[in-house]
Nanobody, 125 residues
């Protein structure tokens, strides 16, 4: 019913930038809150950023505040994660997710219904 495909990951040096994109299928994308999560080896999948259906309300993990920006273009069925001032500890697989049942953003992983396949981000020193 809903497919999410991430892109934009790769290898970047510390201090550099990447922009991740998540393209969604379906005509009801604008009704869904969206989030970004990441998972490093040996760790739980953790919250990174979230946006309400309109994109007006956003939330960030403390570890990325001031460096990452979530945004969405509902006309293009796409959510973005702009990552600036990247650090080696940002290295992880990044996943986008959709909460179909709510327009309001949530930081809770279990609230999300659909997940993308993930894209690898590696930050070198």
């Amino acid at each position: 019913q809903l497919q999410l495909v991430e892109s934009g990951g790769g290898l970047v040096q510390a201090g550099g930038s990447l922009r991740l994109s998540c393209a969604a299928s379906g005509r009801t994308f604008s009704n869904y809150a969206m989030g970004w999560f990441r998972q490093a080896p040996g760790k739980e999948r953790e919250f990174v950023a979230a946006a309400s259906a309109s994109g007006a309300d956003t939330y960030y993990a403390d570890s990325v505040k001031g460096r990452f920006t979530i945004s969405r273009d509902n006309a293009k069925n796409t959510v973005y994660l702009q990552m600036d001032s990247l650090k080696p500890e940002d290295t992880a697989v990044y996943y986008c997710a959709a909460d179909r049942k709510s327009r309001g953003a949530t930081t809770k992983r279990t609230e999300y219904d659909y997940w993308g396949q993930g894209t690898q981000v590696t930050v070198s020193s």
